[in-house]
């Protein structure tokens, strides 16, 4: 015959039962996914996640107006009497002066002359100069970004003129001007550095994505085996 269970063993399931729902959950339980394994088994959704934010960069990138890059050159030499011992700091004297207002506004002058009025403004003319050397050469690489590659010369050009041009205070320097060449095709350096952070957003993005979709689905069966439980 069978036996009904005795009060003390009602007591101890009671007990253990009530010790089992008291009990605090895992934060941290084991087998929780990582970034990497994630990326790994859902490896399509990266790929096409980030192929998909290529392409849009892509797409925005060939929709902005196209930029030309014209470069003039300037070897500048002190004039004779001045000090030839430090050739960097004569430099970037001259640099400065190319930088000047005085300067900026001849050369838009100048190239007013070649080009439609309103072309370019001041504001544009400035933004749009971009001067380059170095502490140990007298080489001045004088370059200019247009929508189109004739004001990209004319932009170029007209800056050296202008310096060429200038009335110096005592001896002027000697310098030789080598002018813009029409640029024949827009400048890429736009659309790579546009595809190089676009690159990055996507791996991160694919990345959040991948293990959002991981953490959900190991999440899942838990959630089903706690409903199981309370009910």
Same mark, same amino acid.
């Given at each position: 015959?069978?036996?009904?269970?005795?009060? $003390?063993?009602?007591?101890?399931?009671?007990?253990?039962?009530?010790?089992?729902?008291?009990?605090?959950?895992?934060?941290?339980?084991?087998? $929780?996914?990582?970034?990497?394994?994630?990326?790994?088994?859902?490896?399509? @959704?990266?790929?096409?996640?980030?192929?998909?934010?290529?392409?849009?960069?892509?797409?925005?990138?060939?929709?902005?107006?196209?930029?030309?890059?014209?470069?003039?050159?300037?070897?500048?030499?002190?004039?004779?009497?001045?000090?030839?011992?430090?050739?960097?700091?004569?430099?970037?004297?001259?640099?400065?002066?190319?930088?000047?207002?005085?300067?900026?506004?001849?050369?838009?002058?100048?190239?007013?002359?070649?080009? &439609?009025?309103?072309?370019?403004?001041?504001?544009?003319? @400035?933004?749009?100069?971009?001067?380059?050397?170095?502490?140990?050469?007298?080489?001045?690489?004088? #370059?200019?970004?247009?929508?189109? &590659?004739?004001?990209?010369?004319? #932009?170029?050009?007209?800056?050296?003129?202008?310096?060429?041009?200038?009335?110096?205070?005592?001896?002027? &320097?000697? !310098?030789?001007?080598?002018? !813009?060449?029409?640029?024949?095709?827009?400048?890429?350096?736009?659309?790579?550095?546009?595809?190089?952070?676009?690159?990055?957003?996507?791996?991160?993005?694919?990345?959040?994505?991948?293990?959002?979709? !991981?953490?959900?689905?190991?999440?899942?069966?838990?959630?089903?085996?706690?409903?199981?439980?309370?009910?």
């Amino acid at each position: 015959m069978l036996q009904s269970a005795t009060p $003390e063993m009602d007591g101890s399931v009671e007990e253990a039962a009530a010790i089992e729902s008291t009990a605090e959950p895992e934060l941290f339980p084991p087998g $929780e996914p990582t970034i990497f394994g994630a990326i790994w088994r859902y490896k399509a @959704v990266a790929i096409g996640c980030t192929i998909a934010i290529l392409a849009v960069a892509a797409l925005y990138g060939l929709s902005r107006p196209h930029q030309y890059v014209a470069t003039a050159t300037l070897i500048v030499r002190a004039p004779s009497g001045a000090d030839t011992g430090d050739l960097g700091r004569y430099v970037t004297d001259q640099v400065a002066i190319l930088q000047s207002p005085e300067l900026t506004s001849k050369a838009l002058s100048i190239a007013g002359r070649h080009l &439609p009025p309103g072309s370019v403004s001041y504001d544009d003319f @400035v933004a749009s100069t971009d001067i380059v050397t170095t502490a140990t050469s007298d080489v001045i690489m004088i #370059g200019f970004s247009a929508k189109t &590659p004739e004001l990209a010369q004319a #932009g170029a050009n007209s800056l050296g003129i202008a310096y060429v041009g200038t009335q110096f205070i005592g001896s002027p &320097p000697q !310098a030789i001007f080598l002018p !813009a060449k029409t640029p024949t095709a827009p400048t890429s350096t736009a659309m790579l550095r546009l595809l190089a952070v676009a690159l990055v957003l996507g791996l991160l993005a694919s990345a959040a994505l991948c293990y959002i979709l !991981a953490l959900r689905n190991w999440r899942a069966p838990r959630g089903g085996h706690a409903r199981q439980r309370d009910s």
